[in-house]
């Protein structure tokens, strides 16, 4: 499997999304995704499907080592004395003893951006997760995060597929050796319909979804798609015996509208 780098984070290129999953089938759809060769999972406090998330990790029979697994941590959790109780209430839910990223959700203006991140650092140093970064952060906000941090940042989380673009996100996330991670990378299904991206695909043999997540991973961007279907777990995996041309990917990008969220 590919990886994306992010400041000594190694990130698998294709994770599982899991949003909107809950209860014994999120479990299910984690145990089948490692099973099929995923090695990545990002889940949420907020998602409520930790605890389901662990069991399907546990359940998969891999190996913890070989999962980089995500969690986030919700923006009520941000004051110093908050998020330390957040990150290990995760690891109880996760019944884990760390994670492998640790994010925080999304920005919040009402606590100082440097008591967050210094009380994540905190989290790393001690060993509650291997690697932190940011969700949801714009190119500004990426700036006043890598000078407020006392400890490199592995990523930023953001929407990312041909209908948005986020060029300066990932350029500032380059300049400062972070990784990207496009979440609904498929434009929350939405791909499917898409007539220039299918027929792209017809000429590889590979669904619309599958080029538009080649697409991410050749400009060296990570991308989490979310399936409750076994059989579309494959689909959004079998993207690496394929290469998009330098003109199927401008032909993909041109498609990108700046409205698009
Ligand atoms: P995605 O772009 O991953 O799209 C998910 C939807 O696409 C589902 O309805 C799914 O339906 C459908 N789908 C999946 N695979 C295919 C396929 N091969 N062909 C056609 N349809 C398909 O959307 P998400 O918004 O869920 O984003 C992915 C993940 O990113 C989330 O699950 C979450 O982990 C993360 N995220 C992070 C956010 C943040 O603030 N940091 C915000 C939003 C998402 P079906 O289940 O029927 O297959």
Same mark, same amino acid.
């Given at each position: 499997?590919?990886?994306?780098?992010?400041?000594?984070?190694?990130?698998? /290129?294709?994770?599982?999304?899991?949003?909107?999953?809950?209860?014994?089938?999120?479990?299910r759809v984690?145990?089948?995704?490692?099973?099929?060769?995923?090695?990545?999972?990002?889940?949420?406090?907020?998602?409520d =499907?930790?605890?389901?998330?662990?069991?399907?990790?546990?359940?998969?029979?891999?190996?913890?080592?070989?999962?980089?697994?995500?969690?986030?941590?919700?923006?009520?959790?941000?004051?110093?004395k908050?998020?330390?109780?957040?990150?290990?209430?995760? @690891?109880?839910?996760?019944?884990?003893?760390?994670?492998?990223? $640790?994010?925080?959700h999304?920005?919040?203006?009402?606590?100082?951006?440097?008591?967050t991140?210094?009380? @994540?650092?905190?989290?790393?140093?001690?060993? +509650?997760?291997?690697?932190?970064?940011?969700?949801?952060?714009?190119?500004? +906000?990426i700036?006043?995060?890598?000078?407020?941090?006392?400890?490199?940042?592995?990523?930023?989380?953001?929407? &990312?597929?041909? &209908?948005?673009?986020?060029?300066?996100?990932?350029?500032?996330?380059?300049?400062?050796g972070?990784?990207?991670?496009a979440?609904?990378?498929?434009?929350?299904?939405r791909?499917?319909?898409?007539?220039?991206?299918?027929?792209?695909?017809?000429?590889?043999?590979? %669904?619309?979804?599958?080029?538009?997540?080649?697409w991410?991973?050749?400009?060296?961007?990570a991308?989490?798609?979310?399936?409750?279907?076994?059989?579309? @777990? %494959?689909? =959004?995996?079998?993207?690496?015996?394929?290469? $998009?041309?330098?003109?199927?990917?401008?032909?993909?990008?041109?498609?990108?509208?700046?409205? /698009?969220?």
């Open positions: 499997m590919n990886v994306v780098e992010g400041n000594g984070a190694r990130i698998p /290129a294709i994770g599982l999304g899991t949003w909107e999953l809950s209860g014994r089938p999120a479990a984690v145990e089948q995704a490692l099973r099929l060769g995923y090695r990545h999972i990002d889940t949420a406090q907020v998602y =499907n930790e605890r389901e998330v662990g069991d399907g990790l546990r359940a998969s029979g891999v190996r913890r080592d070989d999962v980089f697994l995500t969690t986030k941590v919700w923006t009520n959790h941000f004051m110093a908050d998020l330390e109780r957040s990150a290990k209430e995760s @690891l109880a839910r996760l019944r884990l003893t760390e994670v492998d990223l $640790l994010l925080l999304w920005p919040n203006s009402h606590v100082p951006l440097a008591e991140l210094g009380a @994540l650092s905190h989290a790393r140093q001690m060993g +509650l997760t291997r690697h932190i970064g940011v969700s949801n952060f714009t190119v500004a +906000l700036e006043q995060a890598v000078a407020a941090c006392p400890e490199p940042l592995a990523c930023d989380q953001v929407e &990312y597929h041909p &209908y948005l673009h986020q060029a300066d996100v990932i350029e500032a996330c380059r300049r400062h972070m990784a990207f991670v979440y609904s990378p498929i434009a929350k299904g791909v499917k319909g898409d007539r220039a991206l299918a027929r792209i695909g017809d000429r590889y043999r590979k %669904s619309a979804a599958q080029v538009c997540l080649r991410l991973v050749q400009q060296n961007v991308a989490i798609p979310r399936t409750s279907r076994v059989e579309r @777990l %494959s689909e =959004n995996i079998d993207i690496f015996d394929f290469e $998009l041309s330098e003109d199927d990917m401008r032909e993909i990008s041109a498609i990108g509208r700046a409205d /698009a969220r």
